[in-house]
């Protein structure tokens, strides 16, 4: 680390930090509904190609560009070109789009521990089947329901990041991640053993590629860096934290491996079950909240408690996204000047407000009657966050990375300054970073809004 900044304390540490930032709402709440919306195995034949292609090579540029300056974006890209400080601006763009994704992502993780908590109690499962599409309408447009929620969840996040890098962020991430798994485990075991699951599993892995048009490539693309947490500039914070002995290729690899996976089980959990109970898979957003109760419901005793732990691993995983999030506004003021707690306390009354907004612009909320565009505000921000800001982030690192960027200063950081072997380093560098992943992202980008 350039500056004395405290780090994670391991690769392991640095790994379920990571991967806890990448695995999210993205995994288990868009993914699965971006696979019913764009062809099933279609859409996660592009998906995995953009993940390893061009996520996980964004992945490994912000981790070099975070150890290497050992700071977070808006000092780290003019502190590797102290002769073109405009470049600061790349990482002043992603803290607004952190912000603005913390925002939306509050409120999704606000409903999401409040169907967790109204699954405790036994409300979700005294719901008839035919009411929950009603519930979740009434959910949403409650006046108080949605903001509680969201300000207990916004609550836990900060305590975590009060708690620190190390005693906080990489703690609470070494306990929640191998938790997770095991819950997803348990639930697509529940889901592959229901009636009629194989036709859930023929849905996700069946390629339908007339459902795949050019809107569909750019969403998914963003989905890919979105759900690899990059584009915004959050993992050149973490990579600031990336112990000098680190290994970046090993530590992006497993990241991506278990983002990837866990993305895929998340669908092999939801879509059998949801076939089984009848239900239709192309639910969008509502899909988790309307449709997945209903399934629950249809197990019997046991659906109550699928329901509690379903709503559990949401909560979590959403949790340690959070946690990267609110760490990267905070790592961003405190290289500011500002004082650590200070800065995320700062950034949570802010965040709130935003969300409080956000909240209520969701369908029959109290400010869903303000559509500028024709869309509410929620929608803006998940478009927005979803598939336009990550990939023009995304394209400007990779410039900087490929093009302005000192090819020494990336091979001696990739390399641990001589001591690992990367003979991968022509092909990553001269074709992955110069060429494919910033010509794909262009693509993609200018098709997608054109389109
Ligand atoms: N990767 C998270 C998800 O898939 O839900 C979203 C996210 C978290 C994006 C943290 C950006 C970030 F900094």
Redesign the pocket.
Same mark, same amino acid.
């Given at each position: 680390m350039a500056n004395n900044k405290t780090g994670f304390t391991s690769s392991f540490g640095v790994i379920m930090a990571a991967a806890g *930032? #990448?695995v999210?709402?993205?995994?288990i709440w868009r993914f699965p509904y971006i696979c019913g919306q764009y062809g099933g195995a279609a859409c996660l034949f592009v998906y995995l190609l953009f993940v390893f292609l061009i996520g996980m090579v964004l992945l490994m540029t912000e981790f070099v560009i975070g150890r290497r300056s050992g700071f977070s974006p808006e000092k780290a890209f003019p502190a590797l070109c102290p002769k073109r400080p405009a470049w600061k601006l790349v990482g002043l763009y992603g803290m607004f789009t952190?912000f603005l994704?913390l925002s939306i992502y509050l409120v999704i993780s606000g409903w999401t521990l409040g169907y967790f908590w109204e699954s405790v109690t036994g409300t979700l499962s005294s719901i008839a089947n035919d009411g929950f599409a009603d519930h979740f309408e009434a959910f949403v447009a409650s006046p108080w329901k949605p903001v509680v929620f969201l300000v207990v969840f916004l609550a836990f996040t900060l305590l975590v990041i009060l708690g620190g890098v190390q005693k906080g962020i990489e703690k609470v991430s070494k306990l929640l991640m191998p938790i997770l798994l095991v819950l997803v485990l348990l639930l697509c075991v529940r889901s592959l053993t229901l009636p009629g699951a194989s036709k859930g599993l023929d849905y996700l892995f069946h390629p339908n590629f007339a459902l795949l048009n050019w809107e569909g490539i750019l969403a998914i693309l963003g989905q890919a860096l979105? *759900?690899? *947490?990059v584009g915004?500039g #959050?993992m050149i914070v973490y990579g600031s934290y990336i112990p000098r002995d680190s290994n970046i290729l090993k530590t992006a690899t497993w990241i991506t491996v278990c983002d990837v996976s866990i993305a895929v089980l998340a669908g092999i959990a939801i879509f059998p079950a949801v076939f089984a109970a009848g239900q239709d898979p192309a639910g969008g957003p509502g899909l988790v909240y309307q449709v997945l109760p209903v399934v629950f419901n249809s197990m019997g005793t046991v659906g109550q408690i699928f329901a509690i732990l379903f709503f559990l691993l949401l909560s979590l995983a959403a949790l340690t *996204?959070a946690i990267?999030?609110l760490e990267?506004l905070t790592a961003w003021l405190a290289d500011r000047g500002m004082k650590r707690n200070v800065a995320a306390v700062l950034v949570s009354v802010a965040e709130a407000a935003l969300g409080v907004f956000v909240a209520y612009s969701f369908n029959g909320g109290l400010l869903s009657h303000i559509t500028p565009g024709g869309m509410n505000l929620f929608d803006w921000v998940d478009k927005l966050t979803g598939a336009y800001l990550p990939p023009i982030g995304a394209l400007l690192t990779v410039i900087f990375f490929g093009w302005v960027m000192k090819k020494e200063d990336i091979y001696d950081e990739l390399s641990n300054h001589g001591v690992l072997k990367v003979s991968w380093f022509k092909v990553f560098y001269h074709i992955l970073v110069r060429f494919v992943a910033p010509a794909a992202l262009l693509v993609s980008l200018v098709a997608g809004i054109l389109t």
């Open positions: *930032s #990448a999210g709402l993205g995994n952190c994704i979105f *759900s690899l *947490s915004m #959050a *996204s990267s999030l990267t």
